[in-house]
């Protein structure tokens, strides 16, 4: 190597986490060592660019210009990657370090060969770089891509080891390296080199300057051919709420949902199915796929209050009927003359991201399983974090009870049913590496059996320190803070694990700070509720609560549910340090009061990693106690309005008796009385409209209720 300037810019811009995300962490590690220990092959650069590297063992690999670790030549036995192709990246590094330090007295001008300091962006390569590195077929079918103007999250440049990232609705690309897009790595089957990479890089030139380290910002990305197109006529936009066949399909699901409101829950689900079908069918023609996801997580709502199952939850479904006849609304907003709205109706609807894609070698780490069960059929969820993306997604798996009937056999245990060639347990407790996996826009995954292409690892006390904000959370004031700051159900893309865990609402999220201990736990047997309130050592003796109203701690909530008899104990057993300390855990969140609540599915302690509904029966004595912890005035009484919700839904509100009715009156008065006063006027205009028979009104006015106190319950009291 004879002059800095000579050097492969794009092999030294790649960091150790680059090379495992094209590679994989085995190779890397061993590589890695290997350099430590001083086995290094001979390295040879050629005038061209090409880099080889010939190794003791007779093995030659070449790697030219403009081509990725995967397109290296490589003479060993291996049938794809392998050590030798990474090797020669890290000797590379290793040598061209060696012959900077040597220059270092002589040469001041001399640069370090490692990763240019500072931000970049991808936005920087240009249409020269994009042709230059990928086939004309491949921007073609980029172009097609953005027709449907798919909205992608695009993440700036935060260090060296988090590169700019574009959160596509059905995969994530990364860019690793800012002097060749050879090394843009996309999760799909193909890796690289694909249109992904091509709708990446045009959301960062439309998302315009971004600061290092900033918020994702989300952006509809247009294809450069149309943009202009669209500038000239004025139309940023196309109106996906416009339109008879949108307006039609908007009055079908208010038709819809005042039937559920009117008639309940409970009502036969056969006068029900054929109009489902119709307005899916509507929806899905229009492409508003996340209004089409809400409707299935209704219709499989009512479908598992009729069986019985464990995986109904009342509170749920109101909350799905606000959330639909909110995003109906919101959309319209959006699309407002004069509007500027912070997310566009295509955002809103889901417009572009339906369908599924195939992904490439993908690793995954359980953040537990949740169970279910009802008469007629068994099955369970489990989520999983990638720590490369920092995406959730979810497994789902049911069995028929009939099924098993049919096969003369007994039904095994639920744990012991096999996914991918694997009991569920495992998967459950394990990190996933597979290459056989298809992902849908809203998380669910799925993979499918094959020989050597999937394997199975338990889960370690370190599984999750790859995992980073927003998903994983260092305190509990910051994750207070980041539910506060996320924007409403509503508006967010669905996603399937918001749904994963029966019975609680809100976000998935892992918790892991310094010094965590547990401040209190006790059984409230009434509720068959375990409680537990973790908090971290302070130094200098107790912690005071914040200015927000939030009291510092994390309260676990985790109720017996007959299908995982072993969860509560397991989670008692954790908290008593019988498997050592604990280090972080994992569940869906949500505010109450100002205070995060969790469901925990998992947590991670010094010995081993506790899936709860994994977990094997060892009951053992707990500490009894009724929950003492006054919920505050307004928070109550927003929980015993939508408890009143919840009745009226299920059991309709045509058959609500005079009984019924006064209560409601007293609810309105108790409404106003706590300075609620519009709370109180919707509440009190519903029960005026059903004495009037003005019905189509009911719909906006409880699901506004239903929003307003999922609101008050969240907040603090000032």
């Given amino acids: 190597m004879s002059a800095m300037t000579e050097l492969r810019a794009d092999?030294?811009?790649?960091?150790?986490?680059?090379?495992?995300?094209?590679?994989?962490?085995?190779?890397?590690?061993?590589?890695?060592?290997?350099?430590?220990?001083?086995?290094?092959?001979?390295?040879?650069?050629?005038?061209?660019?090409?880099?080889q590297a010939h190794f003791d063992d007779g093995v030659r690999t070449s790697l030219p210009p403009g081509r990725t670790l995967r397109d290296a030549q490589c003479s060993c036995p291996a049938s794809g990657m392998c050590r030798h192709r990474v090797m020669l990246v890290l000797a590379y590094q290793a040598q061209a370090a060696s012959v900077a330090t040597a220059q270092a007295p002589s040469a001041d001008d001399t640069e370090a060969p490692t990763e240019s300091a500072g931000a970049w962006s991808p936005a920087e390569f240009d249409d020269a770089a994009l042709?230059?590195?990928l086939a004309p077929s491949v921007l073609e079918q980029a172009h097609k891509f953005a027709a449907a103007r798919p909205v992608v999250g695009v993440q700036a440049w935060r260090s060296a080891s988090a590169p700019p990232v574009a959160r596509l609705p059905m995969c994530s690309v990364r860019f690793f390296s800012r002097s060749s897009l050879v090394h843009a790595r996309c999760d799909c089957k193909q890796g690289s080199g694909c249109a992904h990479v091509v709708i990446a890089l045009w959301a960062f030139r439309q998302a315009g300057a971004l600061l290092p380290g900033s918020a994702e910002v989300m952006v509809e990305v247009r294809s450069p051919a149309s943009g202009s197109a669209d500038a000239a006529d004025g139309n940023s936009s196309p109106q996906a709420m416009q339109g008879e066949a949108a307006r039609m399909l908007r009055a079908q699901i208010d038709a819809l949902l005042l039937s559920l409101w009117l008639d309940g829950s409970s009502q036969p689900l056969m006068a029900l199915a054929a109009r489902f079908e119709a307005v899916r069918n509507q929806a899905r023609a229009l492409a508003w796929n996340w209004v089409d996801d809400a409707l299935d997580e209704l219709w499989q709502l009512l479908q598992a209050q009729q069986a019985r199952s464990s995986r109904f939850e009342p509170l749920r479904l109101v909350r799905v009927l606000a959330e639909l006849w909110a995003r109906l609304q919101a959309a319209a907003q959006a699309e407002r003359p004069q509007a500027r709205p912070a997310l566009l109706a295509s955002q809103i609807l889901g417009i572009g991201v339906k369908g599924e894609v195939a992904l490439d070698h993908l690793r995954l780490v359980s953040l537990g399983a949740e169970l279910w069960s009802d008469d007629t059929a068994e099955g369970a969820s489990i989520l999983f974090a990638d720590p490369d993306t920092q995406n959730v997604t979810v497994l789902e798996r049911q069995w028929s009870r009939a099924a098993d009937i049919a096969?003369?056999?007994?039904?095994?245990?639920?744990?012991?049913?096999?996914?991918?060639?694997?009991p569920l347990r495992q998967l459950a407790s394990g990190q996933v590496i597979t290459k056989t996996a298809t992902r849908r826009a809203n998380g669910l995954i799925d993979i499918a059996p094959g020989a050597r292409q999937t394997g199975v690892l338990p889960l370690s006390p370190k599984s999750w320190d790859d995992l980073v904000a927003p998903l994983r959370q260092d305190s509990v004031a910051a994750l207070v803070a980041h539910?506060?700051?996320?924007?409403?159900?509503?508006?967010?893309?669905?996603?399937?694990?918001?749904?994963?865990?029966?019975?609680a609402a809100g976000q998935l999220h892992v918790v892991a700070f310094d010094r965590m201990e547990v401040a209190s736990c006790h059984w409230d047997a009434a509720a068959q509720v375990l409680h537990a309130r973790l908090g971290q050592a302070a130094l200098d003796g107790p912690q005071a609560a914040d200015e927000s109203g939030s009291d510092g701690l994390l309260h676990l909530a985790l109720p017996h549910r007959t299908v995982s008899p072993g969860a509560v104990d397991a989670l008692a057993r954790a908290l008593a340090g019988e498997w050592g300390a604990l280090r972080a855990v994992a569940g869906t969140v949500h505010l109450q009061g100002g205070r995060a609540i969790m469901q925990p599915l998992s947590l991670l302690t010094a010995q081993r990693a506790v899936v709860l509904q994994a977990e094997a029966p060892m009951p053992q004595p707990l500490d009894l106690q009724s929950d003492t912890e006054e919920v505050p005035a307004l928070n109550a009484l927003a929980g015993d309005t939508l408890e009143l919700l919840a009745l009226w839904l299920r059991q309709g509100l045509r058959h609500q008796g005079g009984g019924a009715w006064s209560r409601a009156e007293a609810q309105v008065l108790r409404l106003k009385q706590s300075g609620l006063g519009h709370s109180a006027k919707l509440l009190g205009g519903v029960l005026e409209n059903m004495r009037s028979a003005q019905r189509p009104a009911l719909v906006a006015q409880l699901a506004m209720l239903g929003l307003l106190m999922q609101g008050v319950a969240q907040s603090a009291e000032p």
């Avoid at 811009?13 to 495992?20: G, H, I, N, Q, S």
């Fill in 11 to 51: 092999l030294l811009e790649l960091t150790p986490e680059a090379l495992t995300a094209l590679a994989n962490a085995g190779f890397v590690k061993r590589a890695q060592k290997d350099v430590a220990a001083g086995l290094l092959p001979r390295l040879e650069t050629g005038a061209d660019g090409v880099v």
């Fill in 131 to 133: 042709a230059a590195s």
């Fill in 407 to 422: 096969t003369g056999g007994a039904a095994p245990n639920l744990l012991g049913r096999r996914v991918a060639g694997f």
């Fill in 483 to 503: 539910l506060r700051e996320a924007p409403p159900d509503f508006v967010r893309p669905r996603q399937a694990a918001s749904g994963a865990s029966a019975g």
